[in-house]
């Protein structure tokens, strides 16, 4: 139970962070990747809500619950990998130097 709290507490971070991030975007639209990051805390919020929920009600089905943290592996190992090649795309073109 403590743990569905710190993915509660972590999915409202993510949004936080990456809404922030696309309120600072001077320049054009928002990265797609920051949108991303966006539906990713939101859909750990739900998760994390609905996970919560099933400890005290036992309607919730664990199948349910199973399937709901599976997507969110999904959606959370994607979006970190779209993340990492996002930076590694900067290092390699020169605009994120990491050493000088």
Same mark, same amino acid.
């Given at each position: 139970?403590? +743990?569905r709290? *710190?993915?509660? +507490?972590?999915? *409202?971070?993510?949004?936080?962070? @990456?809404?922030?991030? /696309?309120? &600072?975007? %001077?320049?054009?639209? $928002?990265?797609v990747?920051?949108?991303? @990051?966006? *539906?990713?805390? $939101?859909?750990? %919020?739900?998760?994390?809500?609905? @996970?919560?929920?099933?400890v005290?009600?036992?309607?919730? $089905? !664990?199948?349910? %619950?199973?399937?709901?943290? !599976?997507? $969110?592996?999904?959606?959370?190992? !994607? &979006?970190?990998? /779209?993340?990492?090649? @996002? +930076?590694?795309?900067? %290092?390699?073109?020169?605009? +994120?130097?990491?050493?000088?």
């Open positions: 139970m403590v +743990l709290g *710190f993915q509660l +507490l972590f999915g *409202f971070v993510v949004i936080g962070l @990456s809404a922030q991030l /696309v309120k &600072g975007q %001077v320049f054009g639209d $928002a990265p990747t920051l949108r991303y @990051s966006i *539906f990713a805390g $939101a859909f750990g %919020v739900i998760t994390g809500a609905i @996970s919560l929920a099933a005290f009600f036992d309607a919730i $089905a !664990a199948i349910i %619950v199973l399937a709901i943290d !599976a997507l $969110a592996i999904f959606f959370y190992i !994607a &979006g970190g990998i /779209v993340r990492t090649l @996002s +930076l590694l795309s900067l %290092v390699l073109t020169g605009r +994120l130097p990491l050493f000088r």
